[in-house]
């Protein structure tokens, strides 16, 4: 299923606050967490990840009860290629739905080995790129408008290279 980031919540949400999303399995780990805007947390790993403030600020802006953030996933190399990760990945992204966030974060580790495109892999699911980092993009699901906020103050798209690219 590919999200959009557009959720509409008629149901009341679960309580406010933090709620830790992460699964360990015998085949690997996933960590995930949803908060309420206010809840600084989100805005700390952003920070730490070297965010500019100004797309801090434009998400704090945007119309959002709750922010998620897929912190990582590892699949043990045994295990790999056999729907795990896939599997991990959706049940996380409804868990963070069912908590009623509006907006999720990732940043994917392309310096990781794997043998296949990671943003790629992260884009079936419905995440798109917003910044330029080769290293570790950051890419979020998202509504159309924070989407094209983000990419503007990261300056996504307005280039001709990796080498000419403002970040």
Known sequence: MIR???AQFLRPLPSSGFHDCS???SFGSIEGYVCDLIDESWEDYL???GVRTEMIEAIRRAPLQRVAILRGLEINPDD???GHGHKMVSNLLDSFEDLGSNVTLL???MEEINDFDLTRWY??????RVDNDTSAPCMMIAGPEILTEVRRI???GLCDSIEHCSI
């Open 154 to 156: 990261n300056g996504y």
């Open 47 to 49: 920070d730490e990840m």
């Open 23 to 25: 699964q360990k399995t």
């Open 80 to 82: 790999r290629g056999e």
């Open 123 to 128: 884009a079936r699911y419905g995440f798109e």
């Open 4 to 6: 959009s980031g557009n």
């Open 107 to 109: 940043f994917a580790d």
